[in-house]
């Protein structure tokens, strides 16, 4: 008995093939969206010190950001970049006309930067009077009556304060008592400041370590530093006080330390 051939079963051809499935689209993440981009101010500032070393590299990088700067020193002659008004900070006086000047150069004020600063070493009875005293007029007393004549612009502006304190504002070291008292003495005065103007004016103290700058020039060798590579770049703190010029509204940032990561003077 002979069998038909089986007829092979029909290939099924495959259907239409289902339409490809979209990449899920991404969500934003909200605490993403929230970090800072690349510092944009465009604020106006005044940086006393502004000539050289920090105050030199605040300026700088205001400028770069898109700010506008008068610049407060005793030698201003360096200064090409940005406005100046020659000032010593010890002067009371002195200081009330140039702040006046450069808010109206700049049509008002959104910030100042009291970078001006300067050092008399060795012990206490080795220092002239005139000299220890003459630290505490520029560091402590300085700082002072810079913010004391721009504080109606700030209120105005619902501007910021930056007080340019020290390491040892925080440490005591001997041979440093005039340096020492006026940055503990600039600590004191910014936190009470902020404490006073909470709402109105912002107040960040800036606690620089060892800079790379000309600050130790006019020192005797003991008192310079043997290892200058353990100084910082002034532009780093710099960039730290243009973060904290660079907040929103509402933010502050209080009190910043910046240093090299082989301080010796903190903690």
């Known amino acids: 008995m002979s069998l038909s051939p089986v007829a092979p079963a029909p290939v099924a051809l495959p259907g239409p093939l289902p ?69 010593d900070v010890a002067d009371r006086a002195g200081v009330e006309a140039a702040v006046q000047e450069a808010a109206q150069i700049l049509g008002g004020l959104d910030a100042v930067v009291t970078a001006a600063g300067i050092d008399r070493c060795g012990r206490l009875e080795d220092v002239a009077a005139e000299e220890w005293e003459k630290v505490i007029g520029v560091n402590l007393l300085g700082t002072v009556s810079v913010v004391r004549a721009a504080l109606p612009y700030l209120a105005a502006s619902h501007g910021r304060v930056i007080t340019v304190a020290s390491t040892l504002g925080l440490k005591a070291v001997s041979d440093a008592t005039a340096y020492c008292a006026s940055k503990f003495g600039v600590i004191g005065f910014s936190r009470a400041l902020a404490a006073e103007t909470r709402g109105r004016v912002g107040v960040t103290t800036m606690i620089p370590g060892g800079m790379k700058t000309r600050f130790f020039d006019d020192r005797t060798e003991q008192y310079r530093p043997q290892d200058d590579s353990r100084l910082n770049d002034p532009r780093r703190v710099a960039d730290g006080i243009l973060f904290a010029l660079s907040q929103p509204a509402g933010c502050e940032v209080r009190e910043m330390l910046i240093c090299h990561e082989e301080e010796d003077s903190w903690p």
């Open 19 to 87: 339409d490809p499935v979209p990449d899920p689209v991404p969500v934003p993440d909200p605490l993403l969206q929230t970090l800072p981009l690349p510092a944009v101010f465009t604020g106006r500032v005044l940086v006393t010190g502004g000539a050289s070393g920090l105050g030199a590299a605040v300026s700088a990088a205001v400028t770069a950001a898109g700010g506008s700067v008068v610049v407060l020193d005793r030698d201003i002659s360096a200064v090409t970049e940005v406005k100046a008004v020659q000032v």
